[in-house]
């Protein structure tokens, strides 16, 4: 999970965050540097002075942030995924031969199979 921990400098006035107390999304109103503390409003219009550690920053817009990067194969936005979420486009894919489903199924039941024995000769 995201857990930035945000100082009073990376804070700014109209700054969408979450205050972490409630979860519930707020807007910073106004900064109080000497007290340390920023001034928040949630969407019912109440307000409350905290600590910015108490919040993390929100991203309204998702992807906003992230770098863009072009798919090489249909020009798509990748964003920082290593998959293309329109054509399926893989950049660790393309270029090794990808195990077949029935591996990774015949692997999942060895782990399985050895959890559940660890499990049961635990128990005696
Ligand atoms: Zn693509």
Same mark, same amino acid.
């Given at each position: 999970?995201?857990?930035?921990?945000?100082? !009073? +400098?990376?804070?700014?006035?109209?700054? =969408?965050? =979450?205050?972490?107390? %409630?979860?519930?999304? *707020? /807007?910073?109103?106004? !900064? @109080? $540097?000497?007290?340390?503390?920023?001034?928040?409003? +949630? *969407? %019912?219009?109440?307000?409350? $002075?905290?600590? &910015? $550690?108490?919040?993390?920053? !929100?991203?309204?817009?998702?992807?906003? $942030?992230? &770098?863009?990067?072009?798919?090489?194969?249909?020009?798509?936005?990748?964003?920082?995924?290593?998959?293309?979420? /329109?054509?399926? +486009?893989?950049?660790?894919?393309?270029? /090794?031969?990808?195990?077949?489903?029935? !591996? @990774?199924?015949?692997?999942? #039941?060895?782990?399985?199979?050895?959890?559940?024995? @660890?499990? +049961? #000769?635990? *128990?005696?």
């Amino acid at each position: 999970m995201y857990d930035a921990r945000m100082e !009073l +400098f990376d804070c700014a006035v109209g700054q =969408r965050v =979450r205050y972490k107390e %409630n979860g519930q999304p *707020a /807007t910073i109103k106004q !900064l @109080w $540097r000497a007290q340390g503390q920023i001034e928040l409003e +949630f *969407a %019912n219009g109440q307000r409350l $002075r905290v600590a &910015p $550690r108490l919040v993390e920053p !929100l991203d309204d817009a998702v992807g906003v $942030r992230k &770098p863009k990067r072009p798919c090489p194969q249909c020009g798509a936005d990748m964003g920082d995924a290593a998959r293309c979420p /329109t054509c399926g +486009f893989e950049y660790r894919q393309a270029k /090794t031969k990808r195990a077949p489903v029935w !591996l @990774w199924v015949l692997v999942i #039941l060895i782990v399985i199979g050895a959890l559940v024995a @660890w499990k +049961f #000769l635990g *128990a005696r």
